[in-house]
């Protein structure tokens, strides 16, 4: 059983951010979720965030803050994708999936990242995604976003490293949730047949990548890239 803190999962109320939270609540920590709608999983702090507003964000932190304590884990999940070919793709549906899926996750460890230095404690885990390494055709936007995490943690792992904080990314595969049932019929089945497990992931096999990673178990692992795709990126 590993020391119980407090648990920051941003787009908790549905999805892997739900699944996140469930299993750090079974873990035994404080849970807080960020949720623009819904509400994260029973025994969490449902807080209203928009990942585009670094404002929202540092209102939802106080609000952590004030109700569970000084948040040490820091899970930055919220993310969209905005699918179109190159050729197609509009400024605007480039900007928009960078806005969320990267710069929302400086917001958020910049918000986090004193209170983790005051704690002398921190873990950061990004959810990135096997398409940052592997690429994908219509996923310009939102590759770009997921391999410019690695970087993000890499780098903090730099900074911070020697403060007993780690930051790692998570890259799940394809795993059944909302975001990949939007995907068309074909594109599924292609994706299918190149995953070496034969079959999606759940949502619960990230939850516990990210279980391992803030546990005391993980404590030497930082600037890692966890892969939980079923072999689909051999290790990426
Ligand atoms: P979902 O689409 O099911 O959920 C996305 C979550 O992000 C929701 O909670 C959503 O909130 C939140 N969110 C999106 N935009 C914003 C925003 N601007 N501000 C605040 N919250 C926001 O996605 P998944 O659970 O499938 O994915 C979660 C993460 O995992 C994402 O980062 C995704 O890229 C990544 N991932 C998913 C894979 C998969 O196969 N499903 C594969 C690889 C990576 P709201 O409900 O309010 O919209």
């Keep these: 059983m590993s020391t119980s803190r407090t648990v920051l999962v941003t787009g908790g109320n549905r999805g892997i951010g739900y699944a996140i939270a469930e299993r750090m609540i079974a873990d035994g920590h404080r849970v807080a979720v960020t949720a623009r709608s819904g509400e994260g999983p029973e025994g969490s702090l449902t807080v209203r965030a928009e990942m585009t507003d670094a404002a929202s964000i540092d209102a939802a932190f106080t609000e952590i803050e004030a109700r569970l304590g000084p948040v040490a884990v820091v899970v930055a999940n919220a993310g969209i994708t905005r699918d179109t070919l190159l050729l197609r793709m509009t400024e605007e549906e480039f900007t928009s999936v960078i806005d969320t ?3 929302g996750t400086f917001r958020v460890v910049k918000r986090a990242a004193k209170g983790l230095l005051k704690g002398r404690f921190g873990r950061v885990i990004l959810i990135s995604s096997v398409v940052g390494l592997y690429g994908s055709p219509g996923q310009i936007n939102y590759s770009s976003s997921k391999a410019a995490l690695v970087g993000f943690a890499r780098s903090l ?11 790692n990314v998570i890259a799940p595969g394809f795993i059944e949730t909302d975001m990949t049932a939007a995907l068309p019929d074909e594109q599924q089945q292609q994706y299918l047949s190149s995953i070496p497990a034969g079959r999606f992931g759940q949502v619960a096999e990230i939850a516990g990548a990210a279980s391992f990673l803030a546990g005391d178990d993980a404590a030497y692992i930082s600037g890692a890239v966890i892969p939980v795709d079923g072999g689909l990126g051999m290790g990426h």
């Design 101 to 103: 899926n990267l710069t």
């Design 157 to 167: 792992t730099r900074e911070l490293g020697s403060r007993n904080i780690t930051a």
